[in-house]
């Protein structure tokens, strides 16, 4: 079967083809691309075929086509482009591919920023929920925007999850005679209307100068903003953290998040994934995202309500820790477990025997591994010029593992 050629076309028109590539051209019998792209080749002689939205019947066809035939795409015909559908349906071994300066290579070199270190994601057809997560991780990222999840929307999210610490460059209708790039911030462009053809570009400005000397865990307990004493303690959060086991990717719900202290310390260890802190009470609310605004956290999101109510729309959880269910603890517990991951872990602070007997024998029923901690933490006061040691309340740790066989 002959060789199927696919080329990406850069940003200066024919001028940007190789030699190469024009040879294979100039050779097929039959070429395929958007009205642009055979635009471009007014005098080719050969058959020409439109790609819009009949993918499935290009693939068909050339999958029995013994023509030489060329794909002509835009930029990379690997970067977010048709080269990754034609892999999944047609053999690797007639592909041939030929690329080009993408898009988003053109635009960081209009901007003058390098793009070795960003994170490309594009929202073009996507959940934007989801994809907004991983913008809200990122220190330098490309966006490709279509109709629908437009850079308007995206400032929006941003803003309203109150990150607007980002310099912002809209670059529309690249390599095009109205080509438009703008630099702006994220307060005016949720008021931009914008092309469909566009890639929105967001670099990342740290408003905290010491952030780099912040601990990735471990933060002081003086660090946190605090309503009535709210919070899981140094020690006691770092042992927490420690039995959660967390893994890079996980989805992690922190229960009664409280002043965030978890949430933070979980952020700043995981280069990826999704943390939701859920809290009810409206004074810890507003102190939660003081907190995880002074500390930048990335991937943490906040869940106002009351669980287990509030839990029905999230994504379902690998790791969860449940530092204060307000007297639903059994309740939450019978709906997480069915929502629970395979070899999922779910650890529990507790300071009753009550507790610590109740969710036990929970945990036995369902046969998750349980594992029992008892800390008593007393540290010294260096504010002080004494060395008294000062007990802590006890504690007890409840780590319960669900087995990977568990139906």
Same mark, same amino acid.
């Not at 969710?359 to 060395?387: C, M």
């Given at each position: 079967?002959?060789?199927?050629?696919?080329?990406?076309?850069?940003?200066?028109?024919?001028?940007?083809?190789?030699?190469?590539?024009?040879?294979?051209?100039?050779?097929?019998?039959?070429?395929?691309?958007?009205?642009?792209?055979?635009?471009?080749?007014?005098?080719?002689?050969?058959?020409?075929?439109?790609?819009?939205?009949?993918?499935?019947?290009?693939?068909?066809?050339?999958?029995?086509?013994?023509?030489?035939?060329?794909?002509?795409?835009?930029?990379?015909?690997?970067?977010?482009?048709?080269?990754?559908?034609?892999?999944?349906?047609?053999?690797?071994?007639?592909?041939?591919?030929?690329?080009?300066?993408?898009?988003?290579?053109?635009?960081?070199?209009?901007?003058?920023?390098?793009?070795?270190?960003?994170?490309?994601?594009?929202?073009?057809?996507?959940?934007?929920?989801?994809?907004?997560?991983?913008?809200?991780?990122?220190?330098?990222?490309?966006?490709?925007?279509?109709?629908?999840?437009?850079?308007?929307?995206?400032?929006?999210?941003?803003?309203?999850?109150?990150?607007?610490?980002?310099?912002?460059?809209?670059?529309?209708?690249? +390599?095009?005679?109205?080509?438009?790039?703008?630099?702006?911030?994220?307060?005016?462009?949720?008021?931009?209307?914008?092309?469909?053809?566009?890639?929105?570009?967001?670099?990342?400005?740290?408003?905290?100068?010491?952030?780099?000397?912040?601990?990735?865990?471990?933060?002081?307990?003086?660090?946190?903003?605090?309503?009535?004493?709210?919070?899981?303690?140094?020690?006691?959060?770092?042992?927490?953290? +420690?039995?959660?086991?967390?893994?890079?990717?996980?989805?992690?719900?922190?229960?009664?998040?409280?002043? +965030?202290?978890?949430?933070?310390?979980?952020?700043?260890?995981?280069?990826?994934?999704?943390?939701?802190?859920?809290?009810?009470?409206?004074?810890?609310?507003?102190?939660?995202?003081?907190?995880?605004?002074?500390?930048?956290?990335?991937?943490?999101?906040?869940?106002?309500?009351?669980?287990?109510?509030?839990?029905?729309?999230?994504?379902?959880?690998?790791?969860?820790?449940?530092?204060?269910?307000?007297?639903?603890?059994?309740?939450?517990?019978?709906?997480?477990?069915?929502?629970?991951?395979?070899?999922?872990?779910?650890?529990?602070?507790?300071?009753?025997?009550?507790?610590?007997?109740?969710?036990?024998?929970?945990?036995?029923?369902?046969?998750?591994?349980?594992?029992?901690?008892?800390?008593?933490?007393?540290?010294?006061?260096?504010?002080?010029?004494?060395?008294?040691?000062?007990?802590?309340?006890?504690?007890?740790?409840?780590?319960?593992?669900?087995?990977?066989?568990?139906?």
């Amino acid at each position: 079967m002959e060789k199927i050629h696919v080329i990406g076309a850069g940003m200066e028109g024919l001028e940007a083809f190789s030699s190469k590539a024009l040879e294979v051209i100039s050779k097929a019998e039959v070429m395929m691309g958007s009205q642009r792209q055979l635009d471009l080749f007014a005098d080719f002689r050969g058959e020409k075929v439109l790609i819009r939205d009949n993918l499935e019947e290009i693939a068909r066809r050339l999958l029995t086509s013994g023509k030489p035939t060329v794909i002509v795409a835009s930029g990379d015909p690997l970067f977010f482009g048709i080269g990754r559908y034609l892999l999944r349906n047609l053999p690797a071994e007639r592909l041939e591919f030929f690329p080009n300066v993408s898009s988003v290579q053109y635009a960081f070199a209009k901007i003058k920023i390098p793009w070795d270190d960003a994170v490309f994601i594009s929202v073009i057809d996507r959940d934007m929920p989801s994809e907004m997560d991983r913008i809200v991780a990122g220190d330098k990222m490309a966006i490709l925007t279509d109709r629908n999840n437009t850079p308007a929307m995206i400032a929006r999210e941003l803003l309203e999850r109150g990150r607007d610490g980002f310099s912002v460059f809209l670059c529309e209708n690249l +390599g095009m005679n109205n080509e438009r790039i703008v630099a702006t911030n994220l307060k005016k462009l949720q008021n931009m209307e914008t092309e469909p053809l566009n890639i929105l570009i967001l670099v990342r400005e740290f408003e905290r100068e010491d952030e780099d000397a912040m601990p990735l865990l471990g933060i002081a307990d003086s660090e946190f903003h605090v309503p009535k004493k709210v919070l899981t303690q140094e020690e006691i959060r770092v042992l927490t953290l +420690g039995k959660l086991r967390l893994r890079h990717g996980v989805t992690f719900w922190d229960i009664g998040a409280g002043s +965030g202290s978890v949430s933070i310390e979980a952020d700043n260890l995981l280069r990826s994934g999704r943390i939701f802190a859920i809290e009810k009470e409206p004074e810890r609310l507003s102190v939660l995202r003081d907190n995880l605004a002074r500390f930048n956290t990335r991937k943490t999101i906040v869940v106002p309500g009351e669980a287990p109510d509030c839990l029905e729309d999230l994504p379902d959880p690998d790791r969860v820790f449940i530092g204060g269910a307000g007297g639903h603890l059994m309740a939450v517990l019978e709906a997480v477990e069915p929502r629970l991951m395979p070899q999922g872990r779910i650890v529990i602070n507790a300071t009753a025997l009550d507790t610590v007997v109740g969710t036990s024998e929970f945990f036995e029923r369902y046969g998750y591994q349980v594992e029992l901690t008892a800390v008593n933490i007393a540290r010294t006061d260096p504010e002080t010029d004494y060395k008294v040691f000062e007990s802590l309340n006890l504690v007890y740790i409840i780590a319960a593992e669900k087995n990977k066989n568990q139906f």
